[in-house]
């Protein structure tokens, strides 16, 4: 599964009310985070699956600049996650706090469900 969007404003749990925010399965988690405003300190995410956190008040980097000069936005699955691979249980609660001082920040989560 394929989760994405954008937050404009501080939020407790962008995916509060998905269909996709208690796991169904057991499956693994990967997570990108990034803003346009490059390296903002006021910019920063916590992600927990279940009572276990992930992440905590992490930093959310900007867009990524190459060797070439070529502002590449967004990030490259699986170089610019911040979380790859984590492992969820069926039933367990995905909490993704996106904290938001500048520019909008854009977030994405890959679910793969292991059967």
Do not use: C, H
Request: proline content about 3%; overall charge negative; glycine content about 10%.
């Amino acid at each position: 599964m394929y989760i994405s969007g954008f937050v404009a404003a501080t939020t407790s749990n962008v995916l509060s009310g998905n269909l996709f925010e208690f796991l169904a399965r057991p499956s693994r988690i990967s997570v990108g985070v990034w803003n346009d405003v490059a390296l903002n300190a006021g910019n920063t995410f916590t992600f927990q699956i279940g009572d276990t956190v992930i992440a905590s008040a992490v930093q959310v980097f900007g867009n990524v600049l190459t060797t070439s000069g070529v502002i590449i936005n967004g990030p490259k699955y699986p170089d610019d996650f911040f979380i790859q691979n984590e492992p969820g249980l069926a039933g367990q609660r995905l909490i993704l706090q996106v904290s938001r001082a500048t520019g909008n920040t854009a977030w994405v989560v890959f679910i793969t469900e292991i059967v």
